[in-house]
């Protein structure tokens, strides 16, 4: 009796068994070198962050100042020891409101020893020591009033802070740009659309291309194909890897970001959900990158024609988004970039991986215009993927 041979269609665990056994060792190192950049970034941020002064420091700081003017005018109005240091070590401040009350009126407020004292505390837990906050109202108060011996112009901190940048080439733009611009979404950015790219660019330039064009020019792939595995099952089992081995190594990447995030930042510096939309759509462009390659392994039958498209193309975008660095807003506004080299982020994939527009989900108004963004992504991963597998299933082979 004649034995029925079965044959593989769709799917091949077999195949997906070789592929994972042969590209292991590259799916590790992608995902060491992922867990590093993760890690390291995670603690470069937060570095960043502990250094800004968030709007609550910000109006505490401006509070205080205004409380240490008071107690300096009561001081040479009544001669009695009022400052800082004796406050602090007053334990009955009746004396200190008697002043906060007598000033109230002149400041158009309401100013009570309750209120300094939490001015006090916002200003210990920002990180800078008091003493710092103390010299430079000195530096202030000692400023106010005096004139410019030469253009016998008023002088103050702030204005001595402008010549100081000035005689660094640095105009009121770029300072202001300097204050305002957060450094920790800016590198955020860098992060996610030039650093941890480059190990996934090149895991799926290299592991699209050994999976398939590579065993043709080699000839392997004829002892596949010599068995009950029709192409479909091939490509189809290919296709399976190349959408699920990227999103493990992302996923990994995630997992340590998120844990790395908790563990370096303050509370309420870290949004969960922020990080993981933002490996989303790492994971949607990584795709489109592995879509392209894929293509060009099912185009071409010689291994260096197809690395010269996809291999080529994954350099094209990995470069423009290094050069359109320059050409973004906050690098112009500092005048450390040029406006025209955002032209090249409009010609690489990496530009539509809108981490700017995925950060405002941690703001009380989000946009969602980085989902258009990331669908177009996907439908060049998608078209890629079908056209790739139907020019295999149908063209002619070198076997």
């Not at 091939?234 to 493990?248: K, N, Q, R, W």
């Not at 392209?292 to 080529?312: D, E, K, P, T």
């Not at 527009?357 to 215009?369: K, M, N």
Request: hydrophobic letters at 50%; charged letters at 15%.
């Amino acid at each position: 009796m004649e034995q029925k041979i079965k044959i593989t269609k769709h799917y091949s665990r077999t195949l997906m068994y070789q592929n994972v056994r042969s590209t292991w060792g590259l799916a590790l190192a992608a995902a060491i070198i992922s867990m590093m950049l993760s890690v390291i970034i995670s603690f470069a941020m937060s570095m960043m962050d502990q250094t800004m002064i968030d709007v609550e420091t910000q109006e505490a700081q401006e509070d205080f100042y205004v409380y240490l003017y008071v107690l300096q005018a009561a001081k040479e109005a009544t001669g009695q020891n009022l400052d800082y240091y004796t406050y602090q070590a007053t334990p009955d401040k009746s004396i200190y409101q008697e002043a906060f009350d007598q000033a109230s009126e002149l400041a158009g407020r309401e100013l009570t020893v309750e209120q300094l004292n939490r001015d006090i505390e916002i200003l210990k837990d920002s990180g800078v020591s008091m003493d710092v906050y103390l010299k430079e109202f000195e530096y202030a108060y000692s400023l106010m009033g005096s004139t410019g011996i030469l253009s016998g112009e008023e002088l103050s901190l702030e204005g001595f802070l402008t010549v100081l940048f000035q005689t660094m080439n640095m105009d009121e733009e770029q300072m202001t740009a300097m204050m305002t611009m957060d450094p920790v979404a800016f590198m955020s950015r860098i992060y996610y659309c030039n650093i941890i790219v480059l190990p996934l660019f090149l895991f799926v330039v290299i592991v699209a291309n050994n999976l398939l064009v590579s065993q043709v020019d080699s000839g392997s792939l004829a002892y596949v194909l010599s068995t009950p595995t029709r192409r479909s099952a091939v490509v189809s089992t290919i296709v399976l890897y190349l959408i699920l081995m990227p999103a493990l190594l992302i996923g990994i990447a995630m997992v340590t970001n998120l844990a790395a995030g908790f563990f370096f930042f303050r509370a309420g510096d870290f949004s969960a959900k922020t990080v993981i939309a933002e490996h989303i759509g790492l994971y949607v462009l990584v795709e489109a990158i592995a879509g392209i390659c894929y293509f060009a392994s099912c185009l071409f039958n010689q291994n260096r024609r197809s690395l010269a498209v996809g291999g080529g193309f994954t350099a094209w975008c990995y470069l423009n988004s290094l050069i359109g660095i320059f050409g973004s807003k906050e690098m112009v506004d500092m005048k450390m970039g040029v406006k025209q080299l955002d032209f090249f982020n409009k010609v690489t994939l990496n530009g539509l991986l809108d981490i700017a527009g995925i950060q405002t989900l941690a703001t009380d108004s989000p946009s969602y215009d980085f989902l258009w963004k990331l669908g177009i992504l996907a439908l060049i991963a998608a078209v890629c993927y079908i056209a790739g597998s139907e020019i295999f299933k149908k063209k002619d082979l070198p076997l």
